[in-house]
Nanobody, 122 residues
Framework: QVQLVESGGGLVQAGGSLRLSCAAS????????MGWFRQVPGKEREFVSA????????LYADSVKGRFTISRDNAKNTLYLQMNSLKPEDTAVYFC???????????????WGQGTQVTVSS
């Protein structure tokens, strides 16, 4: 059974940092594209960043470029999102997901975690 489990969310002041983790299990993700999305109640899920499980290709939303860094530890089967210079508008539930294709579209991701709340206070 495939599982993606996020952790690391919390409450932080504007300008602060958080690192999210996503532990992946249940299958080999070697050929997958791993992504982070976020969602605010009442709004659509928004692409944040993505990375190939094997390889160096990364994608970032314009709103987080230069502030967020995606990475993964293949040995630990864990995906990370380092978030620096956080802003109140970064407040959302953050989800990790896995896709067989290189994509920003949430509909093309096959597996999802349960999400972790990030709250940035002003």
């Amino acid at each position: 059974q495939v599982q993606l489990v996020e952790s690391g969310g919390g409450l932080v002041q504007a300008g602060g940092s958080l690192r999210l983790s996503c532990a992946a299990s249940g299958r080999s993700f070697g050929s997958y594209f791993m992504g982070w999305f976020r969602q605010v109640p009442g709004k659509e899920r928004e692409f944040v960043s993505a990375i190939r499980w094997i390889g160096s290709r990364t994608l970032y939303a314009d709103s987080v470029k230069g502030r967020f860094t995606i990475s993964r530890d293949n040995a630990k089967n864990t995906l990370y999102l380092q978030m620096n210079s956080l802003k109140p508008e970064d407040t959302a539930v953050y989800f990790c997901a896995a896709s067989k294709v290189v994509t920003l579209k949430d509909s093309e991701y096959d597996y999802w975690g349960q999400g972790t709340q990030v709250t940035v206070s002003s």
